[in-house]
């Protein structure tokens, strides 16, 4: 005797899409990148609002954490767990600083509704996150533990990040060189945030070199200038010219 188990199978027909109809998002957007901008441009305004708030929640909720998360605790909560995540791949300075600009971004994205424009190009941020790795590598070499991936492990140094950038640079060119190759990079990065170009570092080093050269041509004349006769020293100390003199011994009673 068979039994029934279940419903039985239905062949449901597939409706098929209207010929006029447009065609999903991701597939406009693999033939037209164009397409993704637009609907970008297009997004509702409560989109940057909602957006901004998780932001600013974030990087506040993960800095408060990161200040107050105490590792020996029995009962972790989400937000504790969040900040080891966080720490362990940016190391613990790293973690609040990634938490800082958490909140930064989604000031950013608020701050223009207040009339506060500021102009942030795609250069900029960039150049923001190559000075944020290279920060994670530097405090990860500087830190010079024999073990440098439990000091990651235990979200110390620059964190899983740091580690992996700075093992790669050591091994290429060794841990003194590396430092100085990522506080090169750091300077440049930090410069391009700033709006610093080309013309205005040449003009610094003409104007740097001018300087040396004033400092140089004063050095020159204070060395080559005659020097003024010495005055006879005067009072007790004053040097006696011609033949010394007899001193009169006393005379005996």
Do not use: C
Not at 12 to 24: D, H, I, L, Q, T
Not at 60 to 73: I, Q
Not at 131 to 158: I, K, T, V
Not at 225 to 248: D, L, N
């Amino acid at each position: 005797r068979r039994t029934k188990i279940g419903a039985p199978l239905r062949l449901v027909e597939r409706k098929k899409r209207p010929a006029n109809a447009p065609a999903p998002l991701w597939q406009r957007a693999l033939q037209n990148p164009h397409e993704l901008y637009e609907a970008y441009e297009k997004r509702p305004i409560w989109v940057d609002d909602l957006a901004a708030l998780f932001l600013i929640s974030l990087g506040a909720v993960s800095l408060l954490t990161l200040f107050s998360t105490t590792p020996t605790a029995a009962i972790r909560s989400l937000s504790d767990q969040w900040a080891d995540l966080i720490s362990q791949l940016f190391g613990r300075f790293g973690a609040m600083l990634f938490s800082i600009g958490l909140i930064g971004v989604g000031a950013l994205i608020v701050l223009p509704r207040a009339g506060i424009k500021i102009h942030l190009t795609w250069r900029r941020f960039l150049a923001a996150e190559i000075a944020f790795l290279a920060f994670l590598a530097l405090l990860h070499l500087l830190a010079a533990d024999p073990e440098p991936r439990a000091l990651a492990r235990s979200g110390l140094g620059g964190g899983h990040l740091g580690w992996a950038l700075g093992e790669l640079m050591a091994k290429l060119f060794g841990s003194g060189l590396s430092v100085l190759i990522y506080l090169i990079v750091i300077g440049l990065s930090i410069g391009a945030i700033f709006g610093v170009r080309r013309k205005h570092i040449k003009a610094w080093g003409m104007a740097l070199s001018k300087q040396l050269e004033r400092f140089s041509e004063a050095l020159k004349r204070r060395a080559t200038a005659p020097r003024p006769a010495r005055q006879p020293r005067s009072g007790r100390f004053a040097r006696r010219s011609g033949a010394p003199q007899a001193v009169p011994m006393p005379s005996a009673p």
